[in-house]
């Protein structure tokens, strides 16, 4: 993508697709009340932009292509929107959407890299922004122009790894890495603020030497873009932090930043009701 | 076998790094990632092989999570750090990002642990390593080297670059005697039988190897003959060789110099005998378990925890008392020993 492409039609394509992506993420839900919906509500539109915004290469015939840019899915417990993208994408077949959680089916709560389009093991938090920086170093090594992203909560933070991981990129000056992070500012028992904050984030990834840009709305497809667009042509050489400002449960009544929503499960006629309301 | 030159005496972690060295002129695909952790010959790898050279500073958590990241981009991961921090501090990163992830992902990582058991003698209990054979060794995929010499450790680049998979290469901090100057051991057994015995067999890994010999020699001056097998490969020995090898025996001493009963090279030993039905009694020798901070040489250590020559001696002494076969035939013997001792 450029920035020509930003207009109306990308905007309102990009924003369908997210829109799309919420009510089949809803869906799963729906047959899995298990799964952590709120958390999978707010990196929507980040996953959306990523996936059909142009920013990655990929083929979903080949998950495992060598020419394509990689993404660590490190909140992997809030990534059931993932699956209908990588559906969608071609990376498995639709169908495999109804078996979320049964047995048989490679569509676990959290998901692991046995499911196409996954790169890495990502139950456990903390640990995306680490092996991302390897790769990228890697990736620089072979001198490749392939651009690592790794999408993070703020919660996912408080894990002191990533901040090992964090100096480590700014001393290797790995500019093909691109922490995304979803701060939707709750984490499992309320708000982040509340629990230990992290302050002025931005600040901090200033202080350990990365490129920083905030998204206010990350929910905007067309800010999301921008600010991916900004990175591609930053000459820093810096990694770079996008800090998305989202909504944990968005768009859902009643979970939507309500503090406690993380293992919150969505009543089922709530689901149809939501789900009428946006055929 | 193959013969080799009587090699200059080193300590583990340099001559495998001499052999990683030449590995590494060699193959541009081998990535060495240091946890801020040194010796002489890194200064040859960091000199000639700048780009493929990391340390990551002191942060374990980030040297296994940067070296599974470039595993999984096709590099062969050498990470370096003392024995205790690079299998503790980053165990949930060694548990998930190597131990899962190479189930389905194709990953070479091979850490290298330095200062096996009390080989940080001064250090205390922080710098020393009691558990880390327990915790690896409950971790699927992972494999466990335990060199009880330089030669041996020279041998493990090879071993690792020629297969895929985590590994832990578990090595001693200090400057030990040379067990295989004259002949590299065969990897693919996985162990080398030092001394054949008649009713017990000592099975040691790594210091403790010597230790075995040197007991071996105390009994044999009494009269007493014991087998001694150095295993080094804990994870992929040849399970029907070392039954063989066992068959002739009423008893095995297992010495380890981590602590005993938790989990470490006994259990690993209990399982193999109960899975395999093997008819032969076990004795094991490992740290009595608790911490230490005393300080003395490592000898006066090991004799306060039980891993001694003499304790060892002693211990060994009781247990062949003890198999009923030898009650009327060793009478003789044992009591010369308990004399002698």
Redesign the interface.
């Known amino acids: 993508m450029n920035a020509n492409q930003l207009d109306v039609a990308v905007d309102e394509q990009l924003s369908n697709k997210a829109r799309w992506v919420w009510e089949e993420t809803l869906k799963l839900h729906r047959r899995a009340q298990e799964t952590r919906v709120a958390s999978s509500l707010s990196p929507i539109e980040i996953f959306v932009v990523l996936y059909y915004g142009g920013f990655l290469r990929q083929d979903p015939r080949n998950p495992r292509w060598d020419g394509r840019d990689r993404c660590i899915i490190s909140k992997g417990h809030g990534s059931l929107c993932m699956y209908p993208i990588l559906a969608d994408l071609g990376y498995f077949p639709m169908d495999e959407l109804e078996k979320v959680c049964q047995e048989g089916s490679f569509l676990g709560g959290i998901p692991d890299p046995v499911i196409p389009g996954y790169e890495t093991i990502n139950g456990s938090l903390g640990h995306g922004a680490g092996v991302g920086a390897g790769m990228a170093l890697a990736l620089k090594r072979r001198g490749t122009d392939q651009t690592v992203y790794v999408v993070t909560g703020d919660g996912e933070l408080h894990e002191g790894a990533n901040w090992e991981a964090f100096m480590f990129a700014a001393q290797h000056r790995l500019d093909n890495l691109v922490v995304i992070v979803d701060n939707n500012q709750i984490c499992m028992l309320g708000p982040t603020d509340e629990i230990v904050s992290h302050s002025d984030l931005a600040k901090k990834f200033q202080a350990f030497g990365w490129g920083v840009r905030g998204v206010s709305d990350g929910h905007s497809v067309v800010a999301l873009s921008e600010a991916l667009l900004e990175c591609q042509r930053d000459e820093s050489g810096k990694p770079q932090a996008i800090i998305a400002n989202t909504r944990k449960g968005n768009r859902v009544p009643g979970l939507e930043n309500a503090p406690l929503s993380h293992v919150t499960a969505i009543k089922l006629d709530l689901i149809d009701q939501l789900l009428g309301e946006g055929q | 076998m193959s013969t080799m030159q009587p090699p200059q005496v080193r300590a583990m972690r340099d001559t495998l790094l001499l052999s990683l060295y030449q590995a590494m002129l060699q193959d541009d695909d081998i990535?060495f990632v240091t946890a801020d952790f040194g010796s002489p010959v890194l200064d040859k790898i960091r000199a000639d092989c700048p780009?493929?050279f990391?340390n990551?500073?002191i942060?374990e958590?980030?040297l296994?999570?940067?070296?599974?990241?470039?595993?999984?981009?096709?590099?062969k991961v050498f990470a370096y750090a003392i024995a205790p921090f690079i299998t503790m501090r980053c165990y949930?990163?060694i548990r998930?990002?190597l131990a899962?992830?190479s189930k389905?992902?194709s990953i070479n990582v091979n850490l290298i642990g330095v200062g096996a058991g009390y080989s940080y003698v001064v250090s205390g209990p922080t710098h020393q390593c009691y558990e880390d054979l327990t915790v690896i060794r409950a971790l699927p995929n992972m494999r466990i080297f335990s060199p009880a010499d330089q030669v041996v450790a020279a041998s493990l680049p090879a071993k690792c670059l020629a297969s895929n998979g985590p590994k832990y290469l578990r090595l001693d901090a200090q400057v030990l005697p040379v067990l295989y100057g004259a002949a590299a051991p065969d990897f693919d057994l996985g162990f080398y039988e030092h001394k054949q015995g008649e009713k017990v067999c000592l099975l040691a890994t790594g210091y403790m190897v010597h230790t075995a010999l040197k007991v071996a020699d105390k009994l044999a001056a009494s009269g007493v003959s014991v087998g001694v097998i150095d295993l080094f490969d804990l994870c992929s020995f040849s399970e029907d060789q070392l039954q063989s090898m066992l068959a002739s025996y009423q008893g095995v001493v297992t010495m380890e110099e981590g602590f005993r009963g938790r989990g470490g090279m006994d259990a690993m030993m209990f399982d193999y005998i109960a899975r395999r039905g093997m008819d032969i009694r076990m004795l094991n020798i490992g740290v009595e378990g608790e911490y230490h901070f005393e300080l003395g040489e490592r000898n006066v250590l090991h004799e306060k925890v039980g891993i001694g020559v003499a304790a060892v001696t002693e211990k060994v002494g009781r247990f062949m008392r003890a198999l009923p076969e030898l009650k009327s035939d060793l009478l003789m013997s044992t009591k010369k020993l308990t004399v002698k001792l």
């Not at chain 2, 940067?66 to 981009?73: I, W």
């Open positions: 990535f780009k493929r990391i990551v500073g942060a958590q980030n296994i999570n940067v070296s599974a990241g470039l595993a999984l981009e096709g590099f949930e990163q998930v990002n899962l992830l389905v992902r």
